[in-house]
C-alpha cells in the first residue's frame, strides 16, 4: 500500500513490502506529517451487486483509472440506465457511508485506491477486523503523506515514494506490521478472501470490480 493511485501510475500497497531498510529514505521535498493523533477509522464495503456485465467492466476500467477519453467514458455518466448503474457501483467516493471497489477522494477525484479491505470483508466476515488493520495502514500513510506530498503537483514519483516509505518506517509502523500480518494469517488459512490480494494493473482492478460488481 503506498500513494493512492494517480493518473498514468500505479502503486503497491504495503502488504506486499514484507521487508525494509533500517535508514530513512531520502525524502527530497516532501516529508510525513505527524500522525501520533492518528485514529483509525473504518468504513464498511458496499454490498456485492451484480449489475456489470464484462463487456462495462472492460469499458469502464479505463475510464475509473483516467486512462480513457472523455467521448470514450460519456456513456457511463449520462449514457444508458445499465451503463450508469454499473459506474455507480465501481465508483464511489470516500465521504460515502460504503466504499465500492474503487474509491476516490470528495471532491478532487484526482486519485483512488482499490479497496481491498472491503473485498476481505465481503469475501470472508470473519476476517473483518484484519481487514481493518489493512485499512488502518493506508489510511495512515495517506494521513501521513497526502497533504504534504500526494497532493504537491511538483513531488516527483520518486519522492512519494520515499513519504510511503518514511511513514511505513516511522508513525506509521504499527498500523503497518499489523496489516502484513494480516495478509500473512489470510493466505495462511486459504481464506476466500486471498482472492482480494491483485496486482494493482489493469487485470488485477477488474479483478475486484468483478467481484464487487459483475454479473
Given at each position: 500500500m503506498v500513494e493512492p493511485i494517480e493518473p498514468e501510475e500505479s502503486a503497491a500497497e504495503p502488504a506486499k513490502v514484507e521487508a525494509k531498510p533500517a535508514q530513512q529514505p531520502a525524502l527530497g521535498r516532501c516529508s510525513p506529517k505527524d500522525v501520533s493523533a492518528f485514529e483509525?477509522?473504518?468504513?464498511p464495503p458496499a454490498k456485492f451487486r451484480h449489475v456489470c456485465t464484462e463487456e462495462q467492466i472492460l469499458a469502464l476500467t479505463p475510464c475509473a483509472?483516467?486512462?480513457?477519453?472523455?467521448?470514450?467514458c460519456a456513456r457511463f455518466l449520462d449514457g444508458p440506465e445499465a451503463d450508469v448503474t454499473c459506474a455507480e457501483c465501481v465508483i464511489t467516493a470516500d465521504?460515502?457511508?460504503?466504499?465500492?471497489?474503487?474509491?476516490?477522494?470528495?471532491?478532487?477525484?484526482?486519485?483512488?485506491?482499490?479497496?481491498e479491505a472491503g473485498c476481505i470483508a465481503r469475501l470472508d466476515p470473519s476476517q473483518e477486523e484484519c481487514a481493518k488493520d489493512r485499512q488502518a495502514a493506508l489510511d495512515c500513510i495517506g494521513a501521513a503523506c497526502l497533504e504534504t506530498c500526494y497532493g504537491d503537483p511538483k513531488a516527483s514519483k520518486e519522492e512519494k515514494t520515499a513519504c510511503t516509505e518514511a511513514a511505513m518506517l516511522g508513525g506509521c509502523k504499527p498500523y503497518v506490521e499489523r496489516s502484513i500480518s494480516c495478509r500473512i494469517a489470510i493466505e495462511e488459512a486459504q481464506s476466500p478472501a486471498t482472492a482480494c490480494f491483485v496486482?494493482?494493473?489493469?487485470?488485477?482492478?477488474?479483478a475486484i470490480v468483478r467481484l464487487f460488481c459483475g454479473k
Open positions: 483509525p477509522r473504518w468504513t483509472t483516467f486512462k480513457a477519453s472523455k467521448k470514450e465521504i460515502d457511508p460504503a466504499w465500492g471497489p474503487l474509491v476516490y477522494p470528495f471532491p478532487a477525484a484526482d486519485r483512488y485506491f482499490v479497496n496486482d494493482l494493473n489493469d487485470d488485477g482492478l477488474r
